[in-house]
């Protein structure tokens, strides 16, 4: 079977085995243009509006193919949904053998190294412990995802695994079972190997520094939700150096050291850095989240602290230089700190070398500092991750595939292909196939004070609170700051008429679970329910949205880049910060229309919508709903599609 029509199409083999299956022809369309981009090694950047089903129109042409394929997703649910589900239904569906493998980063995976060193600090956690290793004795993976009861932020998680950088590697006394070695060894013989983004930009900037690959050499690669790939590329293409990492390996250092006694030294040290990141972190002022180089070098104190640092590790390098050949944990430790040194060398050397943040022509990488709940990070990324990606497909030369449901701007490309330096690829738009005029409405309000008027967050509350009460609740109400949603859910709980869910108070995926199952909640979140976020039905019928999601001039990477392209004669508002504007607002009203049958309304506050010349832009690149203006029309529309 070689026929994309004839398994997706209406007659097809996966209408007559999977239920409520229904021949699309934007994703035959889409499974056409991804299975001919493969058999030439092309490059294809397509948007496939919500409801084309991009998944199975990127499956099937790499099933019936026979090409080696790697699939990068957005996170690591997709790739469960990916691996678990959709490729065996798939095979299944096509009477094809499964060659398929999951990979995901070390810290996913139990390690029985790290584990056999863990003490645990109370009953519960010795009888989680057992739990786990009795698991590990029985898992073919060795994926956490499998255990219920250690999630993602529980503190024992990061005893039980390993990173890229306290990996013991080869020299490892249980590298014959090391899951994460099997894994890629699996890998090197499948088909179809399902990556997350953190993962291929990881293996990417390996091979960029002349070191091993992670992942195998395949004959095509589909980057799905493509459009948070330039900036996970951005961060792997950069360096940093954070409180964290370093506490981590200050503490895997006094282990190493305990387990020799003879070396009191290297503990003075790590006693000594403790204190050092203690009086840096001191140097952040509480009501700031980041600095800039600018104002770090205005900064006497933090520049001493750096050095302090700096010398810090500087004299462990030394020390655990002498001490490297009596085991792989001290030899390990020794290049860790070797690393860390040399990133604090290269953030001190800028400092010396700038007398401001400005950019200069050559100037490669953007510089801040950021505190963070209990510390803080240096970052250096790359304004321009062009040159990044296109070392990656020099490399890799096969095709390459990024899809996602917003990558264009008014129908145009040129903003996402020009970050990536893909100007030169195939383009695609397809548009969802729901009827967006029918059952969808997007009320542009006309009344309310501009966003930056004191006014204004009071007036949204006295514009939503009917609507929501039109519709019984069951709202989305999507911020652009941590501020709104504390505020926003306050005035809300305040209100009293339905259930106040609020980002922070639960994971994610708690809270969602809420929100499904109560049917009538409001929910109010920030970046991270923009996308990522499928309620289908009616549970969800009412999304609010309270400004334009501008970035904050005021970001480093924002001024730098703007600054860049002013350098060049551009505009840098209507060519870079309205385009991403475009890209995040699509994102979330994304979130309303998910299923064929839902029905619900968009309401966009932020009235230079309707007022500034870039707002046809924003309206452009929307999904067609039926705009109205009147409040009352929009009260009468929830009101008869409440359940």
Not at 303 to 329: M, S
Not at 365 to 378: D, H, I, K, P, Y
Not at 490 to 515: A, I
Request: net charge negative.
């Amino acid at each position: 079977m070689d026929d994309i029509d004839s398994v997706l199409g209406p007659d097809g083999a996966l209408a007559s085995v999977i239920p409520g299956f229904a021949a699309r022809e934007g994703q035959i369309a889409l499974a056409h243009a991804v299975l001919n981009t493969l058999n030439d090694a092309d490059t294809l950047v397509a948007e496939a509006g919500t409801g084309i089903g991009k998944t199975f129109a990127y499956l099937v042409p790499t099933l019936l193919s026979g090409h080696r394929v790697l699939i990068s997703t957005g996170t690591r649910h997709l790739q469960d949904q990916l691996f678990h589900t959709d490729i065996p239904r798939l095979s299944t569906a096509l009477g094809l053998p499964l060659r398929a493998q999951l990979l995901k980063g070390r810290s996913n995976y139990y390690c029985a190294q790290r584990a056999g060193k863990f003490i645990p600090q109370s009953n519960s956690e010795a009888d989680k412990l057992k739990r786990v290793q009795l698991w590990a004795s029985q898992t073919d993976s060795g994926d956490l995802a499998e255990l219920s009861d250690l999630r993602d932020h529980d503190p024992m998680r990061i005893q039980l695994t390993s990173t890229a950088e306290n990996c013991l590697g080869a020299q490892c006394p249980e590298y014959e079972n090391c899951f994460v070695a099997k894994a890629r060894n699996r890998a090197q013989n499948a088909q179809v190997v399902v990556v997350n983004h953190h993962l291929l930009c990881a293996d990417l900037a390996l091979k960029e520094d002349g070191f091993g690959e992670l992942l195998p050499e395949m004959d095509g690669v589909i980057i799905d939700e493509a459009h948070q790939f330039p900036d996970v590329l951005a961060q792997f293409f950069g360096f940093g150096v954070s409180a964290r990492q370093c506490r981590d390996l200050g503490r895997d250092i006094v282990e190493a050291a305990d387990a020799f006694g003879d070396i009191p030294q290297l503990k003075d040290q790590v006693a000594a850095m403790g204190d050092a990141l203690q009086h840096l972190l001191a140097c952040f002022p509480f009501s700031r989240q980041r600095l800039e180089l600018d104002d770090l070098m205005r900064n006497a104190d933090f520049v001493a602290e750096l050095d302090t640092l700096t010398d810090i590790f500087e004299l462990l390098n030394k020390q655990l230089e002498e001490q490297a050949g009596r085991g792989p944990e001290l030899a390990t430790a020794w290049r860790r700190v070797g690393n860390v040194l040399t990133r604090l060398r290269r953030w001190r050397q800028h400092i010396d070398s700038s007398d401001n943040q400005t950019p200069q022509a050559g100037d490669e990488l953007v510089r801040w500092a950021e505190r963070q709940t209990n510390g803080f990070s240096l970052q250096a990324i790359p304004m321009d991750v062009a040159p990044a990606m296109q070392t990656a497909r020099a490399r890799q030369s096969g095709a390459w595939i990024l899809t996602s449901a917003t990558l264009s701007v008014s129908g145009a490309f040129r903003h996402f292909t020009e970050r990536l330096g893909l100007e030169d690829s195939r383009t695609l738009d397809i548009h969802s196939p729901f009827d967006y005029a029918n059952n969808a409405r997007m009320l542009l309000p006309r009344r309310l004070p501009p966003p930056n008027d004191r006014a204004y967050p009071r007036a949204l509350l006295e514009l939503g609170k009917p609507l929501i009460e039109a519709s019984d609740g069951g709202c989305f109400w999507l911020c652009t700051s941590a501020r709104a949603v504390e505020e926003y859910a306050r005035s809300l709980r305040q209100w009293g008429k339905y259930r106040v869910l609020e980002q922070g108070e639960q994971e994610r995926t708690q809270l969602l679970d809420n929100f499904r199952n109560d049917g009538h909640a409001i929910l109010v979140g920030t970046a991270s329910f923009w996308e990522g976020v499928d309620v289908r039905g009616a549970a969800l019928r009412l999304v609010i949205i309270d400004r334009l999601p501008f970035a904050s001039p005021d970001d480093p990477l924002v001024k730098a880049r703007s600054l860049q392209l002013e350098r060049e004669g551009r505009n840098p508002f209507f060519e870079f910060q309205v385009p991403q504007a475009v890209l995040t607002l699509k994102q979330g009203a994304g979130r309303l229309i998910r299923d064929v049958t839902d029905r619900g309304m968009l309401v966009l506050g932020d009235t230079r919508i309707q007022r500034m010349r870039y707002g046809r832009q924003f309206l452009d690149s929307l999904p067609p709903m039926t705009p109205i203006y009147d409040e009352a029309e929009a009260a009468a529309f929830l009101q008869g599609i409440r359940p």
